[in-house]
């Protein structure tokens, strides 16, 4: 095969992490009962105001690759819901203020993961300090309750952080060839 780019997207095989579950994915899983956390539909000014902050911040990060950083896909992952794909999402509430919104879509028994924005940032919100860590295992319990049996995270893109952050379970990696 021919091609420019051999890309790796990281998979997760719900079966493998929810049959022989860890400590952390209990904690994960019963998230939703702390009072002060709610999971719901956000309107689509929350998803706004959220995604402007948000990418604010990550602008403003010396951390972040600039060129590669590419905020308007995130938004538009936001929109595809009201365009009629299959998609889940929902906003993470701390104490009654949007702290974060993630979104999935389902195909079939697979799910991929197309945007998590989050207030990662602000301490006041921060009720754990593996906040969206829990949150994203959190979901991927909630889709694996719904019969989705693998999660499509997509590549690190080499960014460190985001590499040791989707280390911490464990996962298959699926070659992308393109061009």
Same mark, same amino acid.
């Given at each position: 095969?021919?091609?420019?780019?051999?890309?790796? !997207?990281?998979?997760?095989? $719900?079966?493998? #992490?929810?049959? !022989?579950?860890?400590?952390?994915?209990?904690?994960?899983?019963?998230?939703?009962?702390?009072?002060?956390?709610?999971?719901?539909?956000?309107?689509? =000014?929350?998803?706004?105001?959220?995604?402007?902050?948000?990418?604010?911040?990550?602008?403003?990060?010396?951390?972040?690759?600039?060129?590669?950083?590419?905020?308007?896909?995130?938004?538009?992952?936001?929109?595809?819901?009201?365009?009629?794909?299959?998609?889940? =999402?929902?906003? @993470?509430?701390?104490?009654?203020?949007?702290?974060?919104? #993630? /979104?999935?879509?389902? =195909?079939?028994?697979?799910?991929?993961?197309?945007?998590?924005?989050?207030?990662?940032?602000?301490?006041?919100?921060?009720?754990?300090?593996? $906040?969206?860590? /829990?949150?994203?295992?959190?979901?991927?319990?909630?889709?694996?309750?719904?019969? @989705?049996?693998?999660?499509?995270?997509?590549?690190?893109?080499?960014?460190?952080? $985001?590499?040791?952050?989707?280390?911490?379970?464990?996962?298959?990696?699926?070659?992308?060839?393109? !061009?």
């Amino acid at each position: 095969i021919l091609c420019d780019n051999l890309l790796e !997207n990281e998979a997760y095989d $719900l079966e493998e #992490i929810f049959e !022989n579950q860890s400590k952390q994915i209990r904690r994960a899983i019963t998230l939703t009962n702390r009072k002060e956390l709610v999971l719901r539909e956000t309107t689509k =000014q929350e998803i706004n105001e959220l995604y402007e902050e948000w990418t604010k911040y990550k602008i403003n990060d010396p951390k972040v690759f600039r060129i590669a950083f590419t905020p308007k896909r995130y938004l538009r992952s936001f929109q595809l819901k009201e365009k009629g794909f299959n998609i889940l =999402q929902e906003g @993470i509430y701390v104490n009654g203020e949007l702290y974060g919104a #993630i /979104c999935f879509e389902l =195909q079939g028994d697979v799910a991929f993961e197309l945007a998590f924005i989050s207030r990662f940032w602000d301490r006041k919100m921060k009720i754990i300090n593996d $906040l969206n860590e /829990c949150i994203l295992i959190h979901y991927f319990w909630k889709l694996w309750k719904l019969g @989705i049996k693998e999660v499509n995270v997509g590549q690190t893109a080499g960014i460190k952080g $985001l590499k040791i952050f989707k280390d911490k379970l464990q996962h298959n990696y699926q070659i992308i060839y393109s !061009n």
